[in-house]
């Protein structure tokens, strides 16, 4: 973490729980949460459950999320939701592009600028030009007073739901070519203020240190956030400021 960057830690309950399990789950987050937390914290359950976990969150400051989003307003889309209809069921967020949408839905880079728009590899060359095209292509055509809100999460595939985790120095590589990427794209300024969440396997063992890295602004986290304790251990982590 930078401390000009403000954290965030967010759970991807992906297709986990039923309406009563989610309630009860956001009602413990807000019971554990420490009320002076300095960062944000978001979740994201999914579509049928967001209303309800939006009533319990009533009164804290845990933001919502929806784990996908359509990019038009309204329509014939069967079974898309749109972002006039996330944001009514409470969201302030939306995550788009994650690698199951795109590996499970065939979601392009052209998909996902198109919702950008609306609202693997450890091989080093491998994953730099993945990352390259992934951000040159979803970030087409968006200026920068388009971006103000946009949190970007790096996530290893290999890494995701497997237990096994990038060491805090290789996300915090894999991080800072994102940062530069995005400086390339939209200079030094946005890339120095721009949020980049580290996902894949984090648990309350490892978030302390991969926060210590100066570029990994928090953290996107799946399996771990469906335990309220384990997840409000990573909120928690422990704020070792990085060089
Ligand atoms: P994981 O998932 O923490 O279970 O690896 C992370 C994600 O896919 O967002």
Same mark, same amino acid.
């Not at 413990?28 to 009533?55: I, M, Q, R, S, Y």
């Given at each position: 973490?930078?401390?000009?960057?403000?954290?965030?830690?967010?759970?991807?309950?992906?297709?986990?729980l039923n309406v009563k399990e989610a309630g009860e789950l956001?009602?413990?987050?807000?019971?554990?949460?420490?009320?002076?937390?300095?960062?944000?914290?978001?979740?994201?359950?999914?579509?049928t459950n967001l209303w309800a976990v939006h009533a319990a969150?009533?009164?804290?400051?845990?933001?919502?999320?929806?784990q996908d989003v359509h990019w038009e307003e309204k329509g014939?889309?069967?079974?898309?939701?749109?972002?006039?209809?996330?944001?009514?069921?409470?969201?302030?967020?939306?995550?788009?592009?994650?690698?199951?949408?795109?590996?499970?839905?065939?979601?392009?880079?052209?998909? =996902?600028?198109?919702? *950008?728009?609306?609202? %693997?590899?450890?091989? /080093?060359?491998?994953?730099? @030009? +993945?990352?390259?095209? !992934?951000?040159?292509?979803?970030?087409?055509?968006?200026?920068?007073?388009?971006?103000?809100?946009?949190?970007?999460?790096?996530?290893?595939?290999?890494?995701?739901?497997?237990?096994?985790?990038?060491?805090?120095?290789?996300?915090?590589?894999?991080?800072?070519?994102?940062?530069?990427?995005?400086?390339?794209?939209?200079?030094?300024?946005?890339?120095?203020?721009?949020?980049?969440?580290?996902?894949?396997?984090?648990?309350?063992?490892?978030?302390?240190?991969?926060?210590?890295?100066?570029? =990994?602004?928090?953290? *996107?986290?799946?399996? %771990?956030?469906?335990? /309220?304790?384990?997840?409000? @251990? +990573?909120?928690?982590? !422990?704020?070792?400021?990085?060089?």
């Amino acid at each position: 973490m930078n401390k000009n960057r403000t954290p965030m830690i967010a759970g991807n309950w992906k297709m986990h729980l039923n309406v009563k399990e989610a309630g009860e789950l956001a009602l413990a987050l807000k019971k554990g949460l420490d009320p002076d937390l300095k960062h944000e914290v978001l979740v994201a359950p999914t579509f049928t459950n967001l209303w309800a976990v939006h009533a319990a969150l009533a009164g804290s400051n845990i933001l919502l999320s929806s784990q996908d989003v359509h990019w038009e307003e309204k329509g014939a889309f069967t079974g898309a939701v749109s972002p006039s209809q996330v944001k009514d069921a409470g969201c302030t967020h939306a995550i788009i592009g994650h690698s199951e949408r795109r590996k499970v839905f065939l979601e392009t880079d052209e998909v =996902i600028n198109k919702k *950008l728009k609306a609202l %693997e590899e450890r091989e /080093a060359q491998q994953t730099f @030009r +993945v990352l390259e095209t !992934q951000l040159t292509g979803a970030f087409a055509g968006l200026k920068v007073e388009e971006l103000p809100r946009v949190v970007i999460a790096y996530e290893p595939v290999w890494a995701i739901g497997t237990g096994k985790t990038a060491t805090p120095e290789q996300a915090q590589d894999a991080h800072l070519f994102v940062r530069r990427q995005m400086e390339k794209l939209y200079g030094k300024d946005y890339a120095n203020r721009v949020r980049i969440l580290y996902g894949g396997s984090v648990k309350a063992e490892n978030i302390d240190s991969l926060m210590s890295q100066p570029d =990994i602004d928090g953290a *996107l986290v799946g399996g %771990e956030s469906l335990k /309220a304790d384990k997840f409000l @251990r +990573v909120i928690h982590f !422990q704020e070792v400021l990085a060089r």
